[in-house]
């Protein structure tokens, strides 16, 4: 899934974009309440992690005019007050979810997928490709009633591909979605990903689903096989 986070406190947001990489999730960040806005408008977000306390334009502001618009992003605020009336507010003005810091990282994960499974694009949570099957909802993969162990980011490469399943998806498309939109190490990270799930996912069962389609991308096989 793709989270925008957007928080103030560099070192915090830079914190929770690394934990959540780690985790699978693709994450941007945003450091104010306007840069937040537009990118949340301009680009496709399963979650967004909002901060109330931003500068520039507040959370509760910045979230009205995200629903306003009709985006349906998973909202989780996060704010330094406790109150029942901040979280009151945070729902009122189109929230999904709320978190006072200090917080458990642990609790935040939980919740994102939680929120995920509620409200990120509404998709089935569970797709199936033939005998392949992929779980969003348990973050897991099998073949046959055979469970296959995906890394985090191993999951999430496949789980954009079958999004996107009979579509040739750009090397550069999985980098924005999977990693980051800022990601500036090397685009063959993709290809190693890549070959690592096609190892798992095929090449013990005697499939080709997921196919390397040159000088153009990635597609996993609509009938997995």
Not at 17 to 31: I, K, N, T, W, Y
Not at 138 to 150: K, Q, V, Y
Not at 171 to 184: C, M
Not at 207 to 216: I, K, P
Request: contains cysteine; negative net charge; proline residues 3%.
């Amino acid at each position: 899934m793709r989270v925008l986070v957007v928080e103030d406190e560099r070192r915090l947001a830079v914190a929770l974009q690394r934990g959540l990489q780690a985790e699978g999730f693709s994450v941007d960040v945003a450091h104010d309440g306007p840069q937040g806005l537009w990118m949340a408008t301009e680009h496709d977000y399963d979650l967004i992690v909002l901060d109330i306390m931003l500068p520039g334009l507040n959370g509760y502001r910045v979230c009205a005019r995200l629903r306003a618009a009709g985006n349906e992003a998973g909202i989780l605020m996060l704010t330094a007050k406790d109150g029942e009336y901040d979280e009151a507010e945070a729902l009122d003005t189109g929230a999904d979810d709320f978190l006072s810091k200090p917080f458990s990282y642990l609790v935040l994960v939980a919740r994102l997928r939680a929120l995920g499974r509620r409200t990120g694009r509404r998709r089935p949570q569970a797709v199936r490709f033939g005998d392949l099957l992929i779980d969003h909802a348990r973050h897991a993969c099998s073949r046959g009633g055979t469970e296959i162990r995906l890394t985090a980011r191993e999951f999430a490469v496949l789980e954009y591909l079958a999004r996107h399943a009979g579509e040739v998806v750009p090397k550069r498309e999985i980098l924005q979605q999977v990693w980051d939109s800022a990601f500036d190490g090397d685009p063959n990270v993709v290809e190693v990903h890549i070959s690592a799930v096609r190892r798992k996912i095929d090449a013990p069962f005697g499939r080709n689903a997921l196919e390397t389609v040159r000088g153009a991308g990635y597609r996993l096989a609509a009938d997995g096989g």
